[in-house]
């Protein structure tokens, strides 16, 4: 088994979409360069959502303008949120190389989340899954509520099995499996990945893991003993959903790189400039960061 994680770095869509107040654009951008500066490779950077639903996610399209031309010709990768055909077009007509569809394991949620049924969801997730292959664009699937739902509590660990293997049936290149609300616990997340990785390659299993109930470094640390080499973060833990009542921050990045390094993981990203990307937008946001690693370095230095 390779010993070499992918981060995924969603803290410029999952976080900053849960902000209250506007994050500019120009202020985004530069985090998004900071993160790459630090040697991320993949960063979700926005979401072709409606801004009425998602209005901090609006500004996307000039996002995703400045990383595509500016990036290219590189091998740094660019997800961003589709839920619709609308959002597939948008997608494509700025150029966008990756997507990620992001369907539930809970109804309730479902409907809240994106105003359809799991049945529903997948109807259109087909529509652009055939629309996706025809422009050669990279779908990664994401499922909410695998530990559990904000509306319905536990979700049986068979309808998660169930909505993640139609997720992954679908052609996606990567399944993320989100704990939404931050409720999962270690043996639960294990005997999750136990029954996927049965009719699933566990190199396309990713893990999202909030953490509300502070247990997504102990989560992460199973999921890594269960071989699971790609997991989703968020600088400076920024983060939250804004269809999820009391979900907070994503898993901070500083804080999974930090574990990971002292494991002896590789992901080729330098951690004091990730906490300089961390700093950056916490100064911005006025705000400590939201990361262990982020503050314990922050106070040996002085900062603090
Ligand atoms: P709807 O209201 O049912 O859509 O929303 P509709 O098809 O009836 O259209 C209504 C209006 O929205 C129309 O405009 C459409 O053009 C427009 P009007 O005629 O009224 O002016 N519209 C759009 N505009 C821009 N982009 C689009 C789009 N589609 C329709 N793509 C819809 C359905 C799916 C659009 C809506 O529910 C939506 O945007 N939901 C997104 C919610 C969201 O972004 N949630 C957060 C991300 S998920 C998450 O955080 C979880 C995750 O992190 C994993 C985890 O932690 O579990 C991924
Ligand atoms: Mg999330």
Redesign the pocket.
Known sequence: MTNNITLVE?GP??GL??EKTQVPTNIKIQLIEKLIDAGHKVIEIG????????PQ?ADTPAIVDHFTQKHSQSDLRFPV????????Q?ALNHKAKEI?I?G?ASES?SLK????SINESFE?FKDIMIEAKKNNIKVRG?????MGCPYEGDIPLSKVVDVSQRMFDLGCHEI??????GVGTPNKVKDLLKALKQNIPVSKIGV?F?DTYGQALANILISLEQDIRII?TSVSGL??????KG?TG?VASEDVLYMLNGMGFETKIDLPKLIEASQFISNFLKRPPNSKVSLAFLAKHGIL
């Open positions: 969603v869509r999952d979409q849960n979401g072709f959502v409606s801004p009425k639903w998602v996610l949120l589709v839920p619709n055909l609308k959002g597939f948008d990620a992001f539930a949620f989340n994106i105003n359809a259109r994401y499922i909410s509520c695998v993320s499996l989100g704990d939404t609300i999202h909030h989703d983060g939250g959903c804004p269809y999820a979900a994503n």
